[in-house]
């Protein structure tokens, strides 16, 4: 069973930065393809990111092209999302996600595992 903790949630102001991570324990975290997602008051979950097991290959969002980068760090079991030029429109819950995969996996259905969340805030 894989287990997932994301942190670096919190309160900023528009146009701030902030980095979310997400540990991973109960796997061979290399054999996953990772992603973060974030779902906002009143609307679905959508996906924002996504990496493939090796780092290779990224998505994302056109919400977030240019603004948000994903990585990560396979000996440390960790992917990170650094979201710069935060909008009020980027607050929401963040989840992290993983899939054993060898490819960018990019939709929710295709994950096996999630994190609890972290809270997203940003004030206009």
């Known amino acids: 069973q894989v287990q997932l903790v994301e942190s670096g949630g919190g309160l900023v102001q528009a146009g701030d930065s902030l980095t979310l991570s997400c540990v991973t324990s109960?796997?061979?975290?290399?054999?996953?393809?990772a992603g973060w997602f974030r779902q906002a008051p009143g609307k679905d979950r959508e996906c924002v990111a996504a990496i493939n097991r090796d780092g290779g290959d990224t998505w994302y969002s056109n919400s977030v092209k240019g603004r948000f980068t994903i990585s990560r760090d396979n000996a440390k079991n960790t992917v990170l999302l650094q979201m710069d030029s935060l909008k009020p429109e980027d607050a929401a819950v963040y989840y992290c996600?993983?899939?054993?995969?060898?490819?960018?996996?990019?939709?929710?259905?295709?994950?096996?595992?999630w994190g609890q969340g972290t809270q997203v805030t940003v004030s206009s």
């Open positions: 109960g796997g061979t975290f290399g054999l996953y393809g």
């Open positions: 996600a993983v899939k054993r995969a060898s490819r960018l996996v990019r939709y929710e259905h295709q994950y096996d595992y």
